[in-house]
């Protein structure tokens, strides 16, 4: 199989990796505030930054690396690295894993980036942990998906993840409706499988909580079987730990099956997307719980409002307003924000991953902590955030605040963030 390998700068158009349709265009106000912010074209040397995203496949998943892409865009224009313009480069793994390893050898060995920002894949953290870290190449991931985006030296996503994600959402619904027997539905990709749904089993266990999981082919499954498949053991709650586009059709054969009259239905983050609430219908009104990775996209912080800028000024309009939009809006300004502590003049690879690795404090209303990168074996800083429902065609925050996962699994992360001082 040849790759489909997608390269563009960030100043030409994005038409090709922008195919999105239904997403609701959040309106910003007030110019967007990147890099520098100085108005300046910047016209030097660029510099050459990468992605890997799942565009084609079960699902589209590039959001994040379009966001990355606007606001690179926007640096761009605003003065760039002390004057150099960014290079970004974005490759599609089309959920394939030996795709992934081709695409990404281009970039770290052909291109050779200095750093990959924005990245968002099903199966290419674990087709290329090894080869980041032995190249020395540092990953700012806009969205981590398989255990391994969470277990490597060089690869630190600013999401929660599915495993996390899960076991909030679990704790919410049990907390919530009183919920003892649950079932947990994900994608049977390898390293994604049980793993992601096994927080949620694990907090279960030591809270009286009995959660059982259903990996499904994601590219073959028949929604009405695997619903029938997860109501057959009486379940109070059914978590859909799955892609959007698998998610939707899953809602709607439980609604034809009647299983929404007598089981409660959660999701975690995936779900939370402007068209969800209409595509699914009336049905789900206050009858869908969903976890945040981050803060709500209607949010009213400095940073959320200068995300929405950023999107309406760089973005194409079709392009997501959602959570993943964050995760890549996020990992693109703490790249720059570490490229702008260098000497552009003397980039190179060895420099941007230390000054990666070096990120600590970073701040913003659209997380619920600040974020940090440090030099440990793996990368899971973002362990929060609130609960959303389905509410009146859109989604209403239900939680004060954040959540914060209590996931035996990270004890290392604790213990690097007690070590860091965090």
């Known amino acids: 199989m040849h790759p489909t390998f997608i390269l563009r700068p960030v100043a030409a158009s994005l038409v090709l990796m922008a195919a999105f349709a239904g997403q609701a265009h959040a309106q910003a106000t007030g110019k967007p505030n990147c890099g520098l912010n100085n108005g300046k074209k910047a016209t030097g040397e660029p510099i050459a930054i990468g992605a890997v995203v799942g565009k084609t496949g079960p699902d589209d998943f590039s959001a994040p690396a379009l966001a990355a892409a606007a606001y690179f865009k926007c640096v761009n224009e605003n003065g760039g690295i002390h004057g150099r313009p960014i290079d970004y480069v974005v490759a599609d793994d089309q959920w394939n894993p030996e795709t ?16 990959l920002v924005g990245n968002s894949s099903f199966v290419e953290c674990g087709a290329n942990a090894k080869l ?15 255990r391994e985006c969470f277990f490597a030296k060089n690869y630190a996503p600013v ?9 909030l959402v679990a704790a919410h619904m049990a907390k919530t409706h009183k919920a003892k027997k649950m079932v947990c539905i994900i994608p049977n990709i390898p390293s994604l499988g049980n793993w992601a749904c096994e927080g949620a089993k694990g907090w279960g266990a030591a ?59 959660a999701s975690t983050t995936p779900a939370y997307n402007a068209d969800v609430p209409k595509t699914i219908g009336k049905t789900w009104d206050r009858a869908f719980d969903v976890h945040l990775e981050f803060m709500p996209v209607e949010s009213n912080g400095p940073d959320n409002s200068n995300w929405k800028a950023v999107m309406a000024a760089y973005a194409d309009k079709a392009a997501p307003r959602d959570s993943f939009a964050q995760g890549g809006y996020l990992a693109a300004r703490i790249a720059t924000e570490a490229l702008l502590k ?52 859109s989604f ?27």
């Open 132 to 146: 980041y870290e032995q190249e020395n190449v540092m990953v700012i991931a806009g969205a981590g998906v398989p």
């Open 342 to 393: 260098l000497d552009a003049k003397t980039l190179d690879r060895a420099k941007v991953t230390a000054a990666l690795r070096s990120v600590k404090g970073f701040k913003s209303d659209i997380l619920c902590k600040p974020f940090y990168v440090g030099d440990g074996a793996r990368h899971n800083a973002n362990s929060s955030g609130p609960i959303a429902q389905v509410n009146a065609g």
């Open 207 to 265: 809270n009286g909580v009995a959660v059982e999981t259903i990996a499904i082919d994601p590219g073959s499954a028949d929604a009405t079987s695997v619903m029938l498949q997860a109501a057959a053991g009486k379940p109070d709650v059914i978590i859909l730990n799955l892609p959007k586009g698998i998610m939707v059709p899953m809602l709607a054969a439980a609604e034809q099956q009647g299983l929404h009259k007598k089981i409660k239905f």
């Open 100 to 115: 992934a390893t081709q695409v990404a050898g281009k970039l770290v060995r052909d291109r050779k980036v200095l750093a």
């Open 159 to 167: 999401n929660t993840g599915p495993r996390v994600s899960g076991t």
């Open 396 to 422: 209403k925050q239900l939680t004060q605040g954040c959540m914060t996962a209590d996931e035996p699994e990270l004890a290392d992360v604790r213990a690097d963030e007690k070590r860091l001082g965090l």
